[in-house]
T-cell receptor, first 111, second 112 residues
Framework: GQQVMQIPQYQHVQEGEDFTTYCNSS?????IQWYKQRPGGHPVFLIQ?????EVKKQKRLTFQFGEAKKNSSLHITATQTTDVGTYFC???????????FGTGTRLTIIP | DADVTQTPRNRITKTGKRIMLECSQT?????MYWYRQDPGLGLRLIYY???????NKGEISDGYSVSRQAQAKFSLSLESAIPNQTALYFC???????????FGSGTRLTVV
């Protein structure tokens, strides 16, 4: 079945440093979504990417979808303490609309 | 009120007991899902339903069953709970096209 892996599993950064998490799928995806889960909270939808090579920005967050639609990345510029949490990617295949979630990257900010 | 409500929020149960986790939504979405979260394993799909008459197994359905009582309600049952079913369980909903799932606040289940 489809597998979605994320690296790194954990990342500790100083406040103000940048952060990137990478997502890789074993199969070509029709779309990829990103979610953020705050400590003790539930996943919250951030964004969806659909097109090959697509890049979207939300303030300090930049999301990319690979040309082959098998990988994606989330980059946060100048991290803040509010960025703490676990970031998940999730993808679905053509004709199979349920999402498969990645293993997540847990971001910790050192003030 | 929350868009997706899960009850109970926390539950401790004994091995062998039957337990039901409930989920209700006010989003008006047809699609509902049950996921299990374990540290380091992300979110794994247990069951999903695309409408009231549709029930599908996910990747880890063994030991679980579900019931879609109405468009707004989707419950998850553990017929005979075992300790490795200790986890955080999330219900989620979506509209056609998978444009962003809305998650409930989760149920933390401990099986002793």
């Amino acid at each position: 079945g489809q597998q979605v892996m994320q690296i790194p599993q954990y990342q500790h950064v100083q406040e103000g440093e940048d952060f990137t998490t990478y997502c890789n799928s074993s199969t070509t995806l029709s779309n990829i979504q990103w979610y953020k889960q705050r400590p003790g909270g539930h996943p919250v939808f951030l964004i969806q990417l659909v097109k090959s090579g697509e890049v979207k920005k939300q303030k300090r967050l930049t999301f990319q979808f690979g040309e082959a639609k098998k990988n994606s990345s989330l980059h946060i510029t100048a991290t803040q303490t509010t960025d703490v949490g676990t970031y998940f990617c999730a993808g679905s295949n053509f004709g199979n609309e349920k999402l498969t979630f990645g293993t997540g990257t847990r971001l910790t900010i050192i003030p | 009120d929350a868009d997706v409500t899960q009850t109970p929020r926390n539950r401790i149960t004994k091995t062998g007991k039957r337990i039901m986790l409930e989920c209700s939504q006010t989003k008006g979405h047809d699609r509902m899902y049950w996921y299990r979260q374990d540290p380091g394993l992300g979110l794994r799909l247990i069951y999903y339903s695309f409408d009231v008459k549709d029930i599908n197994k996910g990747e880890i359905s063994d030991g679980y069953s579900v019931s879609r009582q109405a468009q707004a309600k989707f419950s998850l049952s553990l017929e005979s709970a075992i300790p490795n079913q200790t986890a955080l369980y999330f219900c989620a909903t979506s509209d056609y096209g998978d444009y962003g799932y809305t998650f409930g606040s989760g149920t933390r289940l401990t099986v002793v």
